[in-house]
């Protein structure tokens, strides 16, 4: 039986500016569609943890970054492209 892949990810937002809650609902949707039981994801407000911000070297929000599995990417935007994002964590082509 295959190893369940566990996908780690983090999406950075700025606040509750509309482009952070889109991204935010569009990137659950898309883990609750295409990784459901497979995937942590954590929020980052960088108003409320810029130190976190600065240790990534954040230059654009909203932003996701897939930690695992490796290799790591980086994707920015509102996260509406579903295939775009798709790409970005490996599970498209």
Do not use: H, W
Request: with cysteine; aromatic share 6%; glycine share 6%.
């Amino acid at each position: 039986m295959p190893k369940k892949t566990e996908y780690v990810l983090r999406l950075y937002v700025t606040g509750a500016s509309p482009n952070s809650i889109k991204a935010i609902n569009n990137i659950k949707s898309i883990c609750e569609i295409y990784l459901a039981g497979k995937y942590a994801l954590e929020i980052v407000d960088i108003y409320q943890e810029a130190e976190v911000a600065k240790k990534e070297q954040i230059i654009a929000l909203p932003l996701l970054i897939k930690k695992f599995p490796l290799p790591e990417k980086r994707l920015i935007g509102d996260m509406s492209e579903t295939e775009k994002v798709l790409k970005g964590l490996g599970l498209q082509s």
